[in-house]
């Protein structure tokens, strides 16, 4: 995936969007970029790979030449960016985060309309923000071209735009990602993550809605093009998994719904008469933790932690782009405490069962070092689809994705007709989903939240919550 910050202020803000961005590593691996823009130098841009180095460390030793008034930096699973961009609308940085579902289609309509080339890697694939920054360029102005963009796009594209004298920032047509922004004495900055400009002396001030485009300079915000807050499809999954736990997303903080889904999973089994006797509740790290403290809290039973992630070298799972690697980091990252789990009966909260590697290689080595019994709960419904919009995991096919392959091996292809079913563990055959997955991952129990549950821990309107991965809804 990826994400953003900016900065606009009276004074250098190179130190700002350096913390800025590092601050949005949780979000991508793959590239960083800074760039800023100054008098004296004008723009200056950096960008390295951060695959195996994290941003602070590769960017370090930049930020003397990375100097200005003006900053907006990334981290990209994509695309190196910021790119520079020279054309009639003058000189501009440009960076994007989201996902071009008709990408080929729009390039070859660029190309119909005489417009020469693109920059491409060797497989011929064109950046999204090269191709974002070349429609803009078909209108007379940053808003008039943002806007082409809009309509044109299907899937989800966030914008920053930086000139020599302003940011200018879009929220996605449906707003699936947030942008916020923080004031401080010296000016405005923009970004993904609310905690991130809270320490750098920033405070809330704004945030934007679905399709706003937004003007920012050291001394004002403007916006220049309304929101439709009708259209907000906020994705749900930002605070089940990937968004940071101190953020707030329309006014609802991570680590809080993470608590509340817990609990409401863990009543809503209880009421059911299927909650079950154990000796330790235990979050699966780092994401599951606040949802397994919510489940032990509302189940009144000890929370502890029998195994312990290993942060320095594999922080995240789904960085390795080849299987055969995610299958051995899944391995070795976790690090079990015998003490914990010898004889113990365990239930795991997670954030969700994506591919099912992880917790194949958890309750492995959870019994072989002498569990007497493994619970497993979701605190998300089963994943049916690959996401179309953000692009948050590697999966090519759904058919990485556990469930979709359960279903196959339940009915073959006339399994695939009936998803939505199998999405609702109410009814059966979410129930024989449930069941299988339960007997081809080794645990003694397992269970998923709905997406009642979901949405009642988020706690905003069902309507504006984007949940395509598991019900394919638009």
Not at 328 to 346: N, R, S, T
């Amino acid at each position: 995936m990826g994400g953003f910050f900016g900065a606009a202020t009276k004074r250098d803000c190179s130190l700002d969007v350096f913390f800025g961005v590092d601050y949005h590593s949780h979000l991508g691996t793959r590239y960083g970029g800074m760039c800023t823009y100054g008098k004296d130098k004008g723009f200056t841009r950096q960008i390295h790979n951060i695959t195996n180095t994290p941003f602070r460390t590769k960017f370090e030793n930049d930020l003397p030449t990375l100097t200005g008034n003006l900053g907006i930096g990334c981290i990209s699973d994509d695309d190196p960016q910021p790119l520079i961009v020279r054309s009639h609308l003058g000189i501009f940085a440009i960076t994007t985060v989201g996902l071009i579902r008709n990408a080929e289609a729009l390039i070859q309509r660029y190309f119909s309309l005489n417009n020469s080339q693109f920059m491409t890697s060797g497989s011929g694939r064109v950046s999204s923000t090269e191709l974002v920054a070349a429609m803009i360029n078909e209108k007379d102005s940053f808003v008039e071209g943002i806007r082409h963009v809009q309509d044109l796009v299907e899937g989800s594209i966030t914008i920053m735009i930086m000139t020599q004298n302003e940011l200018i920032v879009t929220r996605d047509k449906f707003g699936r990602l947030p942008i916020l922004v923080g004031k401080c004495d010296d000016g405005y900055c923009v970004s993904f993550e609310s905690f991130v400009y809270q320490k750098l002396g920033y405070v809330d001030h704004y945030e934007l809605g679905p399709q706003e485009i937004l003007r920012v300079t050291p001394e004002a915000i403007e916006t220049l093009s309304e929101s439709k807050p009708e259209q907000l499809k906020i994705c749900a999954f930002m605070w089940s998994y990937y968004g940071y736990p101190n953020s707030n997303y329309q006014g609802r903080n991570v680590e809080m719904m993470r608590y509340r889904n817990g609990e409401i999973m863990a009543r809503d089994e209880a009421q059911a008469g299927t909650l079950p006797d154990v000796d330790y509740i235990a979050g699966v790290p780092d994401s599951g933790i606040p949802h397994g403290i919510g489940y032990a809290n509302q189940s009144k039973k000890a929370f502890a932690r029998p195994f312990i992630k290993y942060t320095p070298t594999w922080s995240r799972s789904f960085t390795p782009t080849n299987q055969a690697v995610r299958n051995q980091v899944a391995k070795m990252k976790q690090i079990p405490l015998p003490e914990l789990i010898k004889d113990k009966k365990l239930l795991l909260v997670d954030d969700s069962i994506v591919r099912g590697t992880q917790l194949q290689e958890t309750v492995d080595f959870l019994y072989n070092s002498g569990a007497k019994e493994v619970h497993m709960r979701s605190a998300c419904p089963p994943i049916m689809f690959g996401c179309k919009y953000l692009n948050f995991s590697r999966s090519n096919n759904d058919m990485e994705l556990i469930a979709r392959r359960i279903v196959q091996e339940l009915e073959g292809d006339e399994g695939h007709k009936h998803l939505n079913e199998y999405s609702d563990i109410r009814t059966c055959r979410g129930q024989c989903l449930v069941k299988r997955i339960c007997e081809k991952l080794g645990f003694d129990s397992l269970g998923f939240q709905s997406i009642d549950g979901l949405i009642e821990a988020i706690g905003i309107d069902r309507e504006k919550i984007c949940t395509y991965c598991w019900t394919g809804k638009e």
